[in-house]
């Protein structure tokens, strides 16, 4: 097959990243040890895969312009999980089966190479959509050489099929699809094949208002399957659902049903759908086994909505960004996400806080930069007490012990003088590992029972975390300033 285009495009690609170096450095919102773009936009998180000794993080990429539009896949490698090299990009829209965009997928080793499965965006002048799933295969993992489409759209569906996530069982390949039915309902759909060329349509294998599920929205997007601690997990990202409560005040959500997969009927029996992550910025996780047998996560910190272009990285010609890769477990039948340990090799500058007691007062903790990580634990509350992290002016974190609920606040990218909330029921508080980078959050509640992910943008003047408490709170706290990955 014919790559001069893709090559072509692939270089203006990098000489587009190049030349926006100089400006990045200048960004006081550049985040310091997470995966961002070089230049462009970033979405969601492809082919991740350890193969040949490297972690491999594929992303959507559109390098000429802080927007959506036809997306490249980006590419970067890791011997550790903590600093992460570009590579050359990997795709390019540059066929006929792809030209509107290399939309998302998954990677898989066979017989010592690796294969990219993703979906081929295709639109004619009126607008109208067409969708292949199609494959591009490397030896060493750098250089690509595109297969074409292996899967066509199947009767009974939309053009809205797609991010083919590709994985082996029992000595055969299985491909996970979302996708939007006729109806109008979204399902994932199930794809099997001895040799990764040839797929056999396999039906629905879960969906909204599928063989008695209830309403999971119209599209379906993102889907992943895999088995940990003898549990089956689909983890999905489905779009239409209504805000109940607390639950799904995003725009789009990403959560999971555990249950058990039938492979021989083709079907996943499951309970009910539950969040992922409690916060603003969180979508399109997709899941890797690495060399240990670990199971590691990773997502887009952000959602595609009307305030991407009110990021103030806009400005230098960037935006959004992936989450610290987080170990996934399943504990009391919930999935539980644990930052991985390799993290700790950017520790520096530790201080520690024993036995700490407050009621009714504050206590300030100094910063000299906004790379952070801080770890509460032996954490004690008081059952009438609010316990308040305040992170330099511009979000909080508050635990109401009364309640049982953990609120995260954060100034509205909107209307800065407003505030926008989210909100998760917590029967107690014991500890907390908290994440900052210059414009990230991730707070892990209990050992990661639950997650809270956003971006913040705080002013760079501010230099003070402030702990309060209305009523008892004890604890222990350790601080860490954390490394540029690279350093």
Same mark, same amino acid.
């Given at each position: 097959?014919?790559?001069?285009?893709?090559?072509?495009?692939?270089?203006?690609?990098?000489?587009?990243?190049?030349?926006?170096?100089?400006?990045?450095?200048?960004?006081?919102?550049?985040?310091?040890?997470?995966?961002?773009?070089?230049?462009?936009?970033?979405?969601?998180?492809? %082919?991740?895969?350890?193969?040949?000794?490297?972690?491999?993080?594929?992303?959507?990429?559109?390098?000429?312009?802080?927007?959506?539009?036809?997306?490249?896949?980006?590419?970067?490698?890791?011997?550790?999980?903590?600093?992460?090299?570009?590579?050359?990009?990997?795709?390019?829209?540059?066929?006929?089966?792809?030209?509107?965009?290399?939309?998302?997928?998954?990677?898989?080793?066979?017989?010592?190479?690796?294969?990219?499965?993703?979906?081929?965006?295709?639109?004619?002048?009126?607008?109208?959509?067409?969708?292949?799933?199609?494959?591009?295969?490397?030896?060493?993992?750098?250089?690509?050489?595109?297969?074409?489409?292996?899967?066509?759209?199947?009767?009974?569906?939309?053009?809205?099929?797609?991010?083919?996530?590709?994985?082996?069982?029992?000595?055969?390949?299985?491909?996970?699809?979302?996708?939007?039915?006729?109806?109008?309902?979204?399902?994932?759909?199930?794809?099997?094949?001895?040799?990764?060329?040839?797929?056999?349509?396999?039906?629905?294998?879960?969906?909204?208002?599928?063989?008695?599920?209830?309403?999971?929205?119209?599209?379906?997007?993102?889907?992943?399957?895999?088995?940990?601690?003898?549990?089956?997990?689909?983890?999905?990202?489905?779009?239409?659902?209504?805000?109940?409560?607390?639950?799904?005040?995003?725009?789009?959500?990403?959560?999971?049903?555990?249950?058990?997969?039938?492979?021989?009927?083709?079907?996943?029996?499951?309970?009910?759908?539950?969040?992922?992550?409690?916060?603003?910025?969180?979508?399109?996780?997709?899941?890797?086994?690495?060399?240990?047998?670990?199971?590691?996560?990773?997502?887009?910190?952000?959602?595609?909505?009307?305030?991407?272009?009110?990021?103030?990285?806009?400005?230098?010609?960037?935006?959004?960004?992936?989450?610290?890769?987080?170990?996934?477990?399943?504990?009391?039948?919930?999935?539980?996400?644990?930052?991985?340990?390799?993290? &700790?090799?950017?520790?520096?500058?530790?201080?520690?806080?024993?036995?700490?007691?407050?009621?009714?007062?504050?206590?300030?903790?100094?910063?000299?930069? &906004?790379?952070?990580?801080?770890?509460?634990?032996?954490?004690?509350?008081?059952?009438?007490?609010?316990?308040?992290?305040?992170?330099?002016?511009?979000?909080? =974190?508050?635990?109401?012990?009364?309640?049982?609920?953990?609120?995260?606040?954060?100034?509205?990218?909107?209307?800065?003088?407003?505030?926008?909330?989210?909100?998760?029921?917590?029967?107690? =508080?014991?500890?907390?590992?908290?994440?900052?980078?210059?414009?990230?959050?991730?707070?892990?509640?209990?050992? %990661?029972?639950?997650?809270?992910?956003?971006?913040?943008?705080?002013?760079?003047?501010?230099?003070?975390?402030?702990?309060?408490?209305?009523?008892?709170?004890?604890?222990?706290?350790?601080?860490?300033?954390?490394?540029?990955?690279?350093?």
């Amino acid at each position: 097959m014919d790559d001069k285009q893709s090559e072509e495009l692939i270089k203006r690609a990098m000489l587009q990243a190049e030349n926006n170096d100089l400006l990045q450095s200048r960004d006081p919102h550049w985040l310091q040890y997470h995966i961002m773009p070089p230049t462009g936009l970033l979405n969601d998180p492809n %082919g991740l895969i350890h193969f040949k000794g490297k972690y491999h993080v594929f992303y959507q990429w559109n390098p000429f312009a802080t927007s959506h539009g036809a997306k490249f896949w980006g590419h970067c490698t890791s011997s550790d999980l903590v600093s992460w090299q570009v590579e050359k990009t990997a795709l390019a829209p540059s066929h006929w089966f792809d030209k509107n965009g290399c939309y998302s997928g998954s990677a898989i080793e066979h017989e010592g190479k690796m294969y990219l499965f993703y979906t081929g965006n295709v639109k004619d002048a009126e607008g109208n959509r067409q969708t292949y799933q199609c494959m591009a295969v490397s030896d060493d993992g750098k250089s690509f050489r595109k297969k074409g489409p292996v899967i066509r759209l199947p009767k009974g569906f939309t053009a809205h099929f797609r991010d083919p996530k590709v994985f082996s069982h029992n000595g055969q390949f299985y491909m996970v699809i979302g996708a939007q039915n006729i109806e109008k309902n979204g399902c994932c759909v199930l794809f099997v094949s001895q040799n990764l060329y040839d797929w056999e349509y396999m039906g629905i294998l879960a969906g909204s208002r599928h063989n008695g599920w209830g309403d999971y929205g119209y599209m379906w997007e993102c889907p992943d399957l895999f088995s940990q601690d003898n549990k089956d997990v689909l983890l999905i990202c489905p779009q239409g659902i209504q805000p109940q409560g607390e639950k799904y005040r995003n725009i789009y959500q990403a959560g999971y049903f555990l249950g058990e997969m039938d492979y021989q009927n083709s079907t996943f029996h499951a309970g009910s759908f539950t969040e992922l992550d409690c916060g603003f910025d969180f979508y399109a996780p997709q899941t890797f086994l690495d060399e240990r047998g670990r199971r590691i996560l990773i997502a887009w910190m952000g959602i595609t909505d009307e305030n991407e272009a009110l990021h103030p990285t806009i400005a230098y010609r960037w935006v959004h960004a992936m989450t610290i890769p987080r170990e996934v477990l399943v504990k009391d039948e919930k999935l539980y996400q644990r930052p991985v340990p390799e993290l &700790k090799k950017l520790r520096c500058h530790y201080k520690a806080w024993k036995n700490v007691v407050l009621n009714g007062e504050t206590e300030q903790l100094k910063t000299t930069g &906004k790379s952070l990580e801080l770890c509460f634990t032996r954490m004690d509350i008081n059952n009438e007490a609010f316990f308040s992290i305040d992170f330099w002016g511009y979000a909080t =974190l508050a635990y109401d012990a009364k309640q049982q609920k953990l609120i995260l606040t954060r100034k509205s990218l909107k209307n800065k003088s407003s505030d926008e909330q989210r909100v998760c029921s917590i029967k107690s =508080l014991s500890a907390l590992q908290i994440f900052l980078d210059a414009s990230s959050l991730e707070i892990f509640v209990n050992d %990661g029972e639950k997650v809270f992910t956003a971006r913040i943008f705080p002013d760079s003047n501010q230099n003070s975390i402030t702990l309060s408490s209305l009523g008892k709170t004890a604890y222990s706290l350790e601080k860490w300033d954390l490394n540029p990955m690279n350093n």
